[in-house]
């Protein structure tokens, strides 16, 4: 069984100021994981994501995330947030047997305060 | 033109009703889902298929039921719809070619079952 953890459904930060999300996964087999933005009223985009090539992954917007495999953990960073990225963020994990079915976490809320 | 693209986008039935969500994609991916959204519940899923003769159950399917009717197209029913259906509905597709491939997103259906 695979699962991902999302600490904390809100996050406030200043524009300009540094973006950190967490995600904490749990995969029995090595995992493939994603982070992925939703937009009020759109669907779900992809950001980046992570399968076991180069552990700090760089995505879209200025976003990185950093597979740590002794913390279990994917987190999302960006050096200075930009008004625009106030979103939804998922965390999402697969395994790496190509089953792909893909499991979400609950998702946090990002505001930027101007 | 959308890849995905989700019909009705709003609707408001009710309790009881047969009401089905319609999920069309020129991606020409083989996989399709259908995830239901709900505040601080994330994205969960409630069917999936990898083929046209290929369809499963995801974490919620009970009162729900699915068609694929073509590579291109996947349907969502409610059967009787019930008040706690109400929710964010997303159709997304993936390409079982691809390791890990994305998902991508259709616009969402907001559902209201009175």
């Known amino acids: 069984a695979q699962s991902v953890t999302q600490l904390g459904s809100h996050v406030s930060v200043s524009e300009g100021a540094l973006v950190l999300l967490r995600c904490n996964y749990s995969?029995?087999?090595?995992?493939?994981l994603f982070w992925y933005v939703q937009y009020p009223n759109q669907g779900l985009q992809l950001l980046l994501k992570?399968?076991?090539?180069?552990?700090l992954v760089k995505g879209i917007n200025g976003f990185e995330a950093e597979f740590k495999k002794s913390e279990t953990s994917f987190h999302l960073t960006k050096p200075s947030a930009h008004m625009s990225d106030a979103a939804e963020y998922f965390c999402?994990?697969?395994?790496?047997?190509?089953?792909?079915?893909?499991?979400f976490g609950t998702g946090t809320k990002l505001q930027v305060i101007p | 033109d959308a890849d995905v693209t989700q019909t009705p986008r709003n609707r408001i039935t009710k309790t009881g009703k047969r009401i089905m969500l319609e999920c069309s994609q020129t991606?020409?991916?083989?996989?399709m889902y259908w995830y239901r959204q709900d505040p601080g519940l994330g994205l969960r899923l409630i069917y999936y298929?990898?083929?046209?003769?290929?369809?499963n159950k995801g974490e919620i399917s009970d009162g729900y039921s699915v068609s694929r009717q073509a590579q291109a197209k996947f349907s969502l029913s409610l059967e009787s719809a019930i008040p706690n259906q109400t929710a964010l509905y997303f159709c997304?597709?993936?390409?079982?070619?691809?390791?890990?491939?994305?998902?991508?997103f259709g616009p969402g259906t907001r559902l209201t079952v009175l």
């Open positions: 997304a597709t993936s390409d079982s070619v691809k390791v890990a491939d994305t998902q991508y």
């Open positions: 995969s029995s087999v090595p995992p493939y």
């Open positions: 992570y399968t076991s090539a180069a552990t």
């Open positions: 999402a994990v697969t395994d790496s047997g190509g089953y792909q079915k893909v499991t």
């Open positions: 991606k020409g991916h083989d996989r």
């Open positions: 298929s990898f083929d046209v003769k290929d369809i």
